[in-house]
């Protein structure tokens, strides 16, 4: 799963389902079939068109075949929606009767993270291991000596 930075403004996380403003001014989340096929159209921006069969066997499987130009056109109506409210108007448009085509003027770009790996023990305190071993010995005795006294 991967992250996408959009025309430099936008930012598209597949792993939250998100669609943010850079600065997270503004964050959608996104149902898992929008994200679904906004990953498909960055991952396949760069043809020319994205037919209507590609999308629905993307989508939706074997089931694809019995999917009705409504349910695709409601869907793209919707990722449509969201984009411009991220300021993507012409992220992507229509080729009636064929698909959709990526707007290819709008950088989209792979976001890359290195991880960083803490030593553990850097965060370990002695003192306060100590302390916490000695807390739960004290409500340790002091249940113990309620349990005790109350048998006398």
């Given amino acids: 799963m991967n ?23 503004k964050i ?39 999917v009705s130009d409504a349910n695709l056109t409601q869907l793209l109506y919707l990722i449509r929606k969201d984009l411009r409210d991220v300021g993507l108007p012409d992220f992507f448009s229509t080729v009636p009767r064929v698909g959709i085509r990526v707007n290819n003027t709008i950088p989209v770009s792979k976001l890359t993270f290195t991880a960083t790996v803490q030593n553990p023990l850097k965060r370990f305190s002695f003192s306060r291991a100590i302390a916490a071993v000695f807390g739960l010995a004290t409500v340790l005795a002091a249940i113990d000596l309620a349990h005790i006294s109350h048998l006398i």
């Fill in 3 to 25: 992250q996408y930075l959009i025309n430099d403004a936008c930012i598209f996380n597949e792993v939250s389902q998100e669609l943010s403003l850079k600065d997270k001014a």
């Fill in 28 to 66: 959608i989340k996104l149902t898992a079939m929008r994200s679904r096929c906004l990953s498909l159209m960055i991952e396949n921006a760069d043809s020319n068109v994205i037919d209507k069969k590609t999308i629905t066997e993307a989508l939706w499987g074997e089931r694809g075949q019995f």
